[in-house]
């Protein structure tokens, strides 16, 4: 599995941003998807996850009713929306996949990196202030 992240850029505080990343290779439908993030140096984070099974979400307490996950199955993609965008926001955002076929009800599950099996190269963003 091959994964692409793109979508970053400078913004201003206040302002959004769509992450998107593509999947490719050998994916199947029975994969969740999650977005982390790496600040200047910080330790990798967990933002966002979509699980492969009826579409539950989960998400860092920090990003919550600012960040919405979501996911594309036809175009193999899942996106970011990054709205009201704060300056410690600013990281590099990798997206990740498990392809375990795990269905999890427990959300700190998926807030582990080690669960996650595909990394992409990440995407940087910078929020000014």
């Known amino acids: 599995v091959q994964l692409q992240a793109f979508g970053g850029g400078l913004v201003q505080a206040g302002g959004s941003l769509r992450l998107s990343c593509a999947a490719s290779?050998?994916?199947?439908?029975?994969?969740?998807m999650g977005w982390f993030r790496q600040g200047t140096g910080k330790e990798r984070e967990f933002v966002a996850v979509i699980t492969w099974y009826g579409g539950t979400t989960y998400s860092a307490d920090s990003v919550k009713e600012r960040f919405t996950i979501s996911r594309d199955n036809a175009k193999n993609t899942v996106y970011l929306q990054m709205n009201s965008l704060k300056p410690e926001d600013t990281a590099v955002y990798y997206c990740?996949?498990?392809?375990?076929?795990?269905?999890?009800?427990?959300?700190?599950?998926?807030?582990?990196?080690?669960?996650?099996?595909?990394w992409g190269q990440g995407t940087e963003v910078t929020v000014s202030s």
């Open positions: 290779g050998r994916t199947s439908r029975r994969t969740t």
């Open positions: 990740a996949a498990n392809v375990r076929g795990i269905a999890s009800s427990d959300g700190s599950y998926y807030g582990n990196s080690q669960t996650y099996d595909y």
